[in-house]
């Protein structure tokens, strides 16, 4: 009967007394489950008055105490010398157990929710850190082929200065020697030239002399 405990329902005269009482349990039961998804189980009175039932039973009284929940059977329901129906003892309902059944699958879903969300940050981050440290190893590749290359550039050039400065110095040296050599030309010649000059003058006082 949906939750509800049903009390004192024992065999009926007849099957359709038994039906109208059980067709006014069930009446009952399906406003209380109403009643409980706004907030908890109401007598009869609370029923109506709040429109889960048009008028209260002639056959079955509510009792509600705390979370529990029973219907007791009275006038025409209840069986000859008050027999208990077989099957049918008290059960205590927790009117709150479907919503702490929902409220856990609630906080379930929201703890997956957050871990998923955390697994999706921390691969962001890590994804985030990969690629900075990607960047910082393609940076110092760069950095160092940049200062392979000027140091290249630095040699290549005090190569070329090198070289240069030893043309200059050969250059330098040849053109020492150049200059020697027509410094020792000329002084030679200008030795030939006063020995001529000297050879010539002393034929001259000679043939002067030889005529006297």
């Not at 240069?164 to 110095?169: H, I, R, S």
């Amino acid at each position: 009967m949906s939750g509800a405990a049903v009390v004192g329902v024992g065999s009926m005269r007849a099957n359709a007394q038994r039906a109208a009482c059980d067709a006014d349990a069930d009446t009952i039961s399906t406003a209380e489950e109403a009643a409980l998804i706004q907030g908890s189980y109401l007598s009869e009175a609370d029923l109506v008055a709040k429109g889960f039932l048009a008028d209260e039973s002639t056959r079955w009284d509510v009792t509600v105490s705390g979370a529990s929940l029973q219907l007791v059977a009275i006038g025409d329901c209840v069986p000859d010398g008050a027999e208990e129906a077989a099957g049918t003892t008290p059960t205590t309902v927790d009117p709150l157990a479907k919503q702490k059944a929902e409220q856990a699958a609630r906080d379930k879903a929201k703890a997956e929710a957050l871990a998923k969300q955390k697994a999706e940050q921390a691969a962001r981050d890590k994804a985030q850190a990969d690629a900075l440290a990607k960047q910082k190893a393609e940076q110092a590749a760069r950095d160092k082929a940049k200062a392979e290359a000027l140091a290249k550039q630095k040699a290549e050039q005090a190569a070329r200065d090198k070289a240069k400065a030893e043309a200059l110095k050969k250059q330098k040296a040849e053109q020492a020697a150049r200059d020697k050599a027509k410094a020792e030309a000329l002084k030679k010649q200008k030795a030939e030239q006063a020995a001529r000059d000297k050879a010539k003058a002393e034929a001259l006082k000679k043939q002067k002399s030889g005529r006297g």
